[in-house]
């Protein structure tokens, strides 16, 4: 079995081993070392990566027989030299250790046991046994979180005794039934886990509960530590300051600007609807007559259907082309025996286009633009 330095020292960054085989993973090649520092994915912590002899490990997993793999490129021999990528792991064994934390808070606020954890390269998830989860239960466990995080309590990971296991108040049952390894945060959370974890809490930074959702009858929980979450409240610090930047406020006055950007657009917004109407009422008043109405109209296809509605309340046929979208809207009055339908497809086999519709409405867009609408469709139109 290989040696698990990483259990003896989460922060060893380089180490010699010896290679006792060669295999492969998912059809890719894989080194099996006499001890490695590289942690192997387990628990919802992904593996870990690096080099050996300035060879990429591109991912390191453990077989089902307890056999650790590291993902190579090509085969390796004799001593070696391996050494991770720190800055991934420093980062896991923040996100491991503030997941630790928070599961223990969101248990002592919220009543909210964790079920299982997912830590992702994009998304840091805890996955609680409770449906629904109040904002202010929430808050609470992440306050109590982020004053773990200042009182810097140390962490400690250790193989206790049977006896002394005994004693020992987990916040969750063991997955094995030996060889148990237990995670302390200071006195405040005892959980059985074979991970990596900082040596303090302070090292976590912050904790930041980002998003939560309803999931398989309990709530996934989203949160951020560590130097991800540095980045992501850096970066929405960037996009806060820029908007105060184009609203001329301060950063903490955004919310009201926007607030009142919004009513000014719904009262614009009504506005020019209002003005919509008043415009294609003038226009289906303009088109004068007692025939069906066929005409090329100015403006987008949503003023067409705009004046076809008011021509069909008026008892016309509308028969409309908007030339600028290039859009036909052909609609039936009342009492009016025209077959859009037929009439669309006479449309578009003489001038091309896609569509179709009903006997009582159809619409459609033409290939190309015409100019003498009016005269094409009385031609097609029964005397």
Not at 31 to 37: E, I, K, R, S
Not at 293 to 301: E, K, N, R
Not at 312 to 320: M, N, S, Y
């Amino acid at each position: 079995m290989t040696r698990r330095l990483y259990h003896e020292d989460s922060y060893l960054r380089r180490f010699d081993a010896t290679v006792v085989a060669m295999t492969t993973y998912k059809d890719r090649p894989a080194v099996v070392l006499d001890q490695t520092a590289f942690y192997p994915e387990a628990g919802g912590q992904l593996g870990d990566r690096g080099s050996i002899n300035g060879i990429a490990v591109h991912d390191t997993q453990e077989l089902d027989d307890g056999t650790i793999v590291h993902v190579v490129d090509q085969p390796l021999a004799g001593s070696v030299t391996g050494e991770l990528d720190w800055a991934r792991r420093r980062q896991h064994m923040a996100q491991h250790t503030a997941q630790h934390l928070l599961s223990g808070t969101l248990l002592d606020r919220a009543q909210a046991a964790t079920a299982s954890a997912r830590l992702g390269e994009s998304a840091l998830t805890i996955d609680v046994t409770r449906d629904r989860v109040p904002d202010a239960e929430l808050a609470a466990a992440e306050d109590l979180a982020n004053d773990i995080v200042d009182d810097d309590l140390p962490v400690r990971a250790w193989f206790p005794s049977p006896d002394e296991l005994a004693q020992i108040k987990l916040r969750r049952d063991p997955k094995v039934t030996a060889d148990i390894r237990v995670v302390a945060i200071g006195d405040f959370d005892f959980s059985p886990c074979g991970g990596t974890h900082c040596a303090r809490t302070a090292q976590l930074g912050q904790i930041r509960i980002t998003s939560t959702e309803r999931y398989k009858g309990m709530t996934r929980v989203t949160f951020t530590a560590g130097k991800k979450a540095r980045a992501e409240l850096f970066t929405r610090d960037h996009v806060l300051r820029g908007l105060a930047a184009r609203f001329s406020c301060a950063p903490g006055e955004v919310p009201a600007a926007i607030d009142k950007l919004a009513r000014d657009a719904d009262a614009h917004t009504a506005e020019l609807t209002a003005l919509r109407g008043r415009l294609a009422t003038a226009v289906a008043d303009s088109l004068t007559g007692s025939g069906a109405a066929i005409a090329a109209l100015p403006g987008d296809a949503e003023m067409m259907r705009t004046v076809g509605a008011k021509l069909v309340a008026a008892g016309r046929d509308a028969i409309l082309y908007a030339p600028e979208a290039g859009t036909v809207l052909l609609m039936r009055a009342a009492g009016s025996s025209l077959d859009c339908a037929a009439l669309w497809k006479q449309l578009a086999a003489k001038l091309g286009g896609r569509g179709g519709g009903k006997p009582d409405r159809a619409d459609g867009r033409l290939a190309n633009p015409i100019d003498n609408w009016a005269a094409i469709v009385s031609e097609l139109l029964p005397a």
